[in-house]
């Protein structure tokens, strides 16, 4: 399966003398009690798609969890809540960690418990590098756009249709049938690059320019498949890339990847793991 034209060289060929600093470092805040599955997905896609070091920040009770599944990516016990999700009291830590690092993903199955959401809002506003929202680092913004105003940061936001609609409190319907407007209005009034996903993924930043998706299937329609998007994004990102050209790029290969599991094992059992069993082969024709 060939690589679009338009993403050929667009990831740096590594130099012999390389080493794993010249790759980023990306730092992946995710995972709650029930959805360690989505921290898992995040940093292994980050790590699969070129990253040099991933750090998983997660709740220290769930620590173990993910530590056992992991073997390449890093994890950082953090703060946690009577509720076993990431504290308030996390934010100094992740605030001195961030500086560390290249690029922060925010959001994937951290929950939506209130304390937790008060936090994801208050790093919004305070992280100084670039970040990547989705899942509930949108549940969180939705309840308060106007923060995006406050941030400090380059930021990539990747809502689906419904979290798209909490965004810019409209129906589903009408984000589906105007998806290219809803997409350029939002990246253009809020200063982001903006992802929408679902077929045809639409990708927009400030100044109007805009690119649709043509890579995937049906089968991506299923738990996990954005979790490994955001990692993707992120890695990109680390990597010295661009955020309008990572956002674009990370769906593209997303989408690809999705592709060549479907090959193998068609769109009814595909599942978010297989998109990461088939990234490097997505990714491999970038360099040759």
């Known amino acids: ?3 679009a034209r338009e993403f050929k060289n667009i990831l740096k060929k590594r ?10 470092h990306v730092f992946v805040l995710a995972g709650s009690p029930g959805l360690t599955g989505a921290a898992y997905l ?11 070091l991933v750090t998983v920040g ?3 009770s769930l620590n173990c969890i993910l530590a056992s599944k992991f073997i390449e990516v890093m994890t950082k016990p953090l703060p946690q809540t009577k509720r076993k999700t990431l504290s308030l009291n996390a934010f ?6 961030s500086k560390k690092v290249e690029v922060s993903a925010i959001g994937p199955g951290l929950s939506q418990e209130s304390e937790t959401q008060r936090l994801i809002q208050k790093l919004i506003m305070t992280l100084d590098k670039p970040m990547v929202l ?9 309840k308060n756009v106007k923060i995006l105003n406050k941030r400090k940061a380059d930021m990539i936001i990747t809502p689906h249709p419904g979290e798209m609609a909490r965004l810019t409190k409209k129906d589903t319907d009408y984000i589906q049938k105007n998806r290219l407007k809803v997409t350029k209005d939002f990246a253009r009034d809020f200063g982001v690059v903006c992802v929408l996903k679902g077929y045809k993924t639409v990708v927009a930043n400030p100044d109007g320019d805009c690119y649709i998706n043509y890579t995937g299937n049906p089968g991506m329609a299923t ?17 010295g890339i661009g955020i309008f050209d990572s956002a674009k790029l990370a ?11 479907k090959r193998k094992k068609g769109e009814i059992s595909l599942i978010a793991s297989d998109l990461l069993r088939y990234l490097p082969f997505a990714l491999k024709p970038l360099y040759y």
């Open 1 to 3: 399966m060939k690589i």
């Open 15 to 24: 130099k012999p003398d390389s080493n794993k600093s010249d790759y980023g």
């Open 42 to 52: 995040t940093g292994q896609a980050a790590i699969l798609s070129g990253s040099g």
């Open 58 to 60: 997660i709740p220290e």
């Open 92 to 97: 100094d830590e992740i605030l001195d960690f």
């Open 134 to 142: 989705d899942a509930d680092g949108i549940n969180a913004l939705s």
């Open 223 to 239: 738990a996990g498949s954005g979790d490994v998007l955001t990692g993707i994004i992120a890695s990109f990102i680390g990597q």
């Open 251 to 261: 769906v593209h290969i997303h989408g690809l990847s999705g592709d060549l599991a």
